[in-house]
């Protein structure tokens, strides 16, 4: 646990779309890293990209954390002492900070186009040089820069960098980490459209907002010995930066080249269950002893920076059907009727019937598209056999199921237990070729939920007539 006295996380995205299993992961561990400590969760919306921000998406991004549980203390809706929490909002803030940078010599405008730009990053990378600004415009006296901003060259604001700086932390995940000014160079903090730079407005409210932690995707990495550069030359308290593995997929490819099906509203579409989700994603990249399904509060206290691991995170979609089954079978029936109930699924079955067929597939289903095939399956006549179960019924032949018929007219009050053992002597079969005709016949599929549920729930009427059908296969 942190000796801090508060331990204060946060999620920090861009609505520029939808949340997706990268960043729904990043949210969740910063959630429960606070959770674990009893401290603060916080959102802020991060929208100073105004050509790509929309605030439908900040709206759909809130809503998605809510679903997930991923409750914040401080941020949108819920209020804080460092309002406000989208970043369009705070660009006075900002400009307080860019001014005290300029006073101290440690910031400049820039009058470099972007084509001068990438020419001189072309040339260097042609030397074989990292590519950094060069320092065109950080030695610009007050007369050249007047003389720019009368041609009407609207500059951008760098941050100056000294070549003999130099800049170690402790990542959280990583280690003892190094970096050289030199390496770095001077970087923007400004763009010319007077929006603040990632670099710049990210440290800054972390460290306003009192933020004591940061995990956050190993693509950041570089951004991290400039932000610390920034605070440490406005006197702000820098947090504890933790840089996590990024997530591909099962065969090793990055997953954001698939991320618009992987997206938490996509997900929630389908019909996967929050705590699934964050099963899944609390294991990705992340150790935990338990195999068990566990709730947010158990994920929170099993949370530990030391079990982050550096290596990439395999999403193994097996995995995410996986813990889905098992968040299904947790559901008590009310909850598992509403689930189904949100996804219309009920809306095809009887009032009547839908406790009967909820008892008969629970074990048997994944998502409501599940539940909706095997509403097809249990209520519809004359019933449509997967080619399986069609081979079954006709391996069986007919003279078996006439047997059957004959068997249930005698008795048609028998369970299937009775049933089948009767029907096993009077047939001389057993086993797999005793119960496989009958499944077969009864469900059109070779597999599925208990013979004794499907018998009960079709009732002796409905169980003649399919034995009727598979006499005719």
Request: hydrophobic share 45%; charged share 20%; aromatic share 8%.
């Amino acid at each position: 646990m942190s000796t801090n006295t508060l331990t204060k996380t946060r999620f920090a995205p861009s609505p520029t779309g939808h949340l997706h299993l990268g960043n729904l992961r990043t949210a969740l561990f910063n959630a429960l890293l606070a959770r674990r400590d009893q401290g603060v969760f916080l959102l802020r919306i991060e929208d100073t990209d105004a050509a790509r921000s929309r605030e439908d998406f900040a709206q759909a991004l809130q809503e998605d954390l809510q679903w997930l549980g991923l409750a914040w203390q401080e941020g949108p809706q819920v209020g804080g002492p460092q309002a406000p929490y989208a970043q369009a909002a705070r660009g006075a803030i900002y400009q307080q900070y860019y001014q005290q940078l300029e006073d101290a010599g440690l910031a400049y405008p820039c009058f470099c186009s972007e084509e001068a730009l990438k020419l001189s990053r072309k040339a260097q990378l042609s030397a074989g040089r990292a590519p950094r600004y060069a320092g065109t415009c950080a030695r610009l006296s007050a007369t050249e820069i007047e003389a720019r901003l009368a041609q009407g060259i609207k500059p951008s604001l760098r941050f100056r960098v000294s070549d003999e700086e130099s800049i170690a932390f402790d990542d959280l995940v990583r280690g003892a980490l190094y970096f050289n000014g030199a390496d770095i160079g001077d970087f923007i903090i400004r763009r010319s459209d007077g929006s603040p730079a990632f670099f710049f407005s990210n440290a800054l409210d972390d460290a306003l907002m009192g933020v004591s932690h940061v995990l956050r995707g190993e693509d950041h990495l570089t951004n991290t010995p400039r932000q610390l550069l920034i605070l440490r030359a406005l006197d702000l308290p820098m947090p504890r930066y933790g840089h996590i593995s990024l997530i591909m997929d099962a065969h090793g490819a990055p997953l954001s080249k698939r991320l618009g099906a992987l997206s938490a509203r996509a997900l929630r579409a389908q019909g996967f269950l929050p705590l699934a989700i964050l099963n899944h994603l609390a294991r990705l990249g992340h150790t935990l002893d338990s195999d068990a399904l566990l709730s947010f509060a158990e994920l929170a206290q099993a949370f530990s920076e030391s079990r982050l691991g550096r290596a990439p995170a395999r999403h193994d979609e097996t995995q995410l059907q996986h813990w889905q089954r098992l968040a299904v079978n947790a559901l008590d029936e009310t909850a598992l009727q509403q689930w189904l109930e949100h996804s219309e699924v009920l809306q095809e079955i009887p009032a009547a019937q839908q406790q009967a067929f909820l008892a008969t597939i629970r074990d048997n289903i994944e998502l409501p598209a599940d539940a909706r095939v095997w509403a097809q399956r249990l209520l519809v006549d004359p019933l449509d056999h997967e080619p399986a179960a069609r081979e079954a019924v006709v391996q069986a032949g007919a003279a078996f199921f006439h047997s059957a018929i004959k068997l249930l007219d005698t008795q048609p009050n028998w369970d299937f237990r009775e049933f089948s053992k009767t029907l096993g002597q009077q047939t001389g079969l057993k086993g797999r070729a005793l119960f496989m005709p009958l499944r077969a016949a009864l469900s059109g599929v070779d597999h599925g939920p208990e013979m004794a549920r499907v018998w009960q729930f079709l009732g002796p009427e409905r169980a003649r007539i399919r034995f009727i059908q598979a006499t005719d296969l």
